[in-house]
């Protein structure tokens, strides 16, 4: 397969731990510590574990020919039709995840930042720009999103670092009041978002140019690590904060953002925490939309691939407007349905090529005429 366009392995290893980030930083706390209250940073260590593997499989098919995506892989197992059937609702899935990070970004201008702007006016305008990004190519998005994520990276630790005065360790304990269970609940919804959504990232891997040390591997790794790190980080700092009231709290981050107030001198700084809010879904967005964009190319077997980013564009844009009506559809949907649907319709077909090209023990090989 050839590729007009490549990145080394740190640039991918960027957009790696800009896709896995995104907003979860400011996002995932209110879930996860509803769910498992003061044991949310154990759901992480338990979901993160589960990332590991999944990563494992992503990395050893990559190993085995660079130039395949899992479409290559089920195409060379399966055959065509087969191909097809396990594609299809994995590309229906991508379009819902596409819609949900646009809806989320929606919803938080709409209840924090600019109550009375319709929130089709945010939809319009990320995805708008996102498009736009995507039609730039991958060696662009390379190049942005290393700025673009030091200043999430910079700002969200800015924040925890300033609400200090307001820990309180005590707010910890008991780390299991009402046992396991809560714990793995927590894993379970963690798992849908955003750890299973490593699986599709896959698509991306081919755009590395070969590099002779090979060291994509130990990178990725070291990223996945410093995300469950940084989120284990930021809920600990929820709790510590807040105490029993951090699960109540959406955009967790933003609302630490709030109690800071230094000498009256440094205060409301939390319009910071909000633009990296919208950085970082912005970056998975477009990351998400030039996935899309190339398995459904892939599937079409299109020689311009980007003549489907402004249609696709348009149909996401219409699934944010039409799909929920209210908030709580919306967080039962993310949190509740699409953990499973993950798990049935992309992390078991990984498992299964994965499972199969293992066995077969030697290079597949394929001649892809569709670059």
């Known amino acids: 397969m050839y590729k ?146 030091c200043y999430v990276l910079l700002f969200s630790i800015v924040v925890l670092v300033l609400v200090l005065p307001y820990y309180e360790v005590g707010n910890l304990l008991p780390i299991f009041p009402e046992g396991m269970k809560p714990v793995l609940h927590g894993a379970y919804r963690v798992f849908g978002f955003p750890y299973s959504e490593l699986v599709l990232f896959s698509f991306l891997l081919p755009f590395v140019r070969k590099e002779k040390d090979n060291s994509l591997k130990k990178y990725m790794f070291s990223a996945l690590l410093i995300h469950g790190l940084l989120l284990i980080l930021s809920i600990l700092c929820t709790i510590m904060a807040l105490g029993p009231i951090a699960g109540t709290f959406k955009f967790s981050v933003f609302q630490l953002a709030r109690l800071i107030n230094i000498r009256e001198i440094v205060t409301r700084i939390e319009s910071f925490i909000g633009i990296a809010l919208i950085v970082g879904s912005f970056m998975k967005t477009t990351i998400m939309l030039f996935i899309l964009k190339e398995a459904l190319s892939k599937v079409l077997k299109l020689e311009d691939k980007r003549i489907i980013i402004f249609p696709v564009t348009f149909i996401s844009l219409l699934l944010t407007l039409t799909m929920f009506k209210t908030e709580i559809e919306f967080s039962e949907a993310v949190f509740v349905a699409f953990p499973l649907v993950m798990a049935v319709f992309v992390v078991l077909p990984l498992f299964i090529i994965t499972l199969i090209a293992g066995f077969k023990g030697k290079k597949v090989e394929i001649k892809d005429d569709s670059c």
């Open 4 to 149: 007009d366009e490549t990145i080394s392995s740190g640039q991918m290893t960027c957009l790696f731990l800009s896709f896995m980030l995104g907003s979860a930083i400011v996002n995932i706390p209110h879930p996860l510590v509803e769910a498992a209250n003061n044991g949310a940073w154990l759901s992480i260590v338990i979901a993160n574990g589960f990332a590991m593997l999944l990563l494992i499989c992503i990395l050893y098919l990559y190993r085995k020919n660079p130039n395949f995506t899992l479409i290559d892989y089920s195409q060379k197992i399966f055959g065509k039709w087969i191909t097809l059937c396990l594609f299809i609702p994995i590309l229906l899935v991508l379009f819902l995840d596409l819609s949900y990070i646009v809806i989320d970004i929606g919803g938080f201008f709409t209840n924090t930042m600019m109550r009375e702007t319709p929130v089709y006016i945010f939809h319009v305008l990320i995805l708008l720009v996102a498009a736009l990004t995507v039609r730039a190519g991958m060696e662009v998005m390379a190049r942005m999103f290393v700025l673009l994520l």
